[in-house]
């Protein structure tokens, strides 16, 4: 059965950083391809970054603009994202997500995503 958590999430103020955790288990964070999605207060869920499987291309949605870092630990099974330089617009719930495609557009969109975690809240005070 597979599983996501994360962790990390909290209240900070604009220009904090913070760093959000998922641990996954029944699968190996290696051997599949993994996201970060995030749903703010009345918007739609919408992509964050992502890492392909085994080499762990990255992308990123553009709104990131180098403020955001994905990353692996293959020995704790464990997906992070970094996060610098937070603004009031980045307050979302934060979703971990296994995808099951390779294109930048699959790893990019809620459709290619067969596990979600259940969220973690972050909330930046202007």
Not at 18 to 46: D, H, I, Y
Request: charged share 15%; aromatic share 12%; proline share 1%.
């Amino acid at each position: 059965q597979v599983q996501l958590v994360e962790s990390g999430g909290g209240v900070v103020q604009a220009g904090d950083s913070l760093r959000l955790s998922c641990v996954a288990s029944g699968l190996t964070v290696s051997n599949v391809a993994m996201a970060w999605f995030r749903q703010g207060p009345g918007k739609e869920r919408e992509f964050v970054a992502a890492g392909t499987r085994l080499h762990f291309t990255t992308y990123y949605a553009d709104f990131v603009q180098g403020r955001f870092t994905i990353a692996r630990d293959n020995a704790k099974n464990t997906l992070y994202l970094q996060m610098h330089d937070l603004k009031f617009e980045d307050t979302a719930t934060y979703y971990c997500a296994t995808s099951g495609g390779s294109s930048r557009e699959t790893l990019t969109s809620v459709n290619g995503v067969n596990y979600w975690g259940k969220g973690a809240l972050v909330t930046v005070s202007s």
